[in-house]
């Protein structure tokens, strides 16, 4: 059974310890129909608005640090994949300063959102999921589509992957998350943290437009400023920052291998810095046993064995 450490236990009042671990019946849900988008149809009229309301624009994206916008000097593009002309999203690169900055927020609301109910937690990423299975989503398809070179049955796959549920319990003050080409959507599902932890997301340079869109659903539907940082930025200074705070404790990434095998070596380097590992050891090693040995040994001495 899972439990608080005892110097929080007793410091919550009893019945918030009880809201916090009480046990509600599973969630019911119901499958949605399978849009086809046919010629005529509303969901295709609704998609094609969308897309001809992004033909020729660029939208331009901040970092989003504390709750509060941040525009930086240093300027990136997102392409359109089938037009290099198009512009689609001007968006600003954290510097190190910036991101430190970013960790040091999420810290800052760790706490309070880690000891939020879990039902409660749930409740915000089940009205995103709303959202962007209902008035939101032709507007994220169509950032999908024209920001990734996606179609209709590609986009609706990653929105879908998006409001899946996570079962997993919070780690503690921050994880980070790099995001790939292809995860523009995955927040929604992991990394926006609905376990309890704080997170700072680095979305894709070439998925900046629908993560961004994605971003946006996420705080109407509830989701605390502080607890999710959007924090573009270079990725080996990000890299570097988020591995070398004393706070870090989890990643999560899909990506190359290379830049994979990079930030496993960065964590393995800074492993005595990091305050929340190693979260449990065993104090005991190998031992092999010999046939026909009958050593006696003494009670104190039971947990000590021979190894080899």
Known sequence: RARLPGQLQRSLPCSCRRRRWQHRPALQVTNEPILEFKPGSPERAALQK???????????????????????????????????????????????????????????????????????????FLKAADMLSGPRRAEVLAKTMIGQGRGTGQSRERL???????????????????????????????????QGNAVLWKPSDTALLSSYAVYQVLLEAGLPPNVVQFVPADGPEFGDAVTGSEHFCGLNFTGSVPTFKRLWKQVSENLDRYRNFPRLAGGTSPSCRFLGCRVPIPCGLREQQISG
């Open 50 to 124: 969308a897309l001809a309301d992004l033909k020729g624009k660029t939208e331009e994206i901040p970092c989003v640090i504390g709750g509060e916008e941040v525009w930086t000097p240093t300027v990136r593009y997102q392409l359109s994949p089938f037009n290099h002309a198009h512009k689609v999203a001007k968006f600003c690169y954290a510097s190190k300063e910036l991101i430190n900055k970013a960790i040091n927020a999420a810290l800052a609301a760790r706490k309070e959102w880690d000891l939020k109910p879990v039902q409660d937690r749930a409740q915000i």
């Open 160 to 194: 879908g992957e998006g409001s899946q549920p996570s079962g997993s319990a919070g780690l503690g003050p921050g994880c980070g998350s790099p995001a790939p080409l292809r995860g523009e959507l995955s927040p929604a599902e992991r990394r926006s943290a609905p």
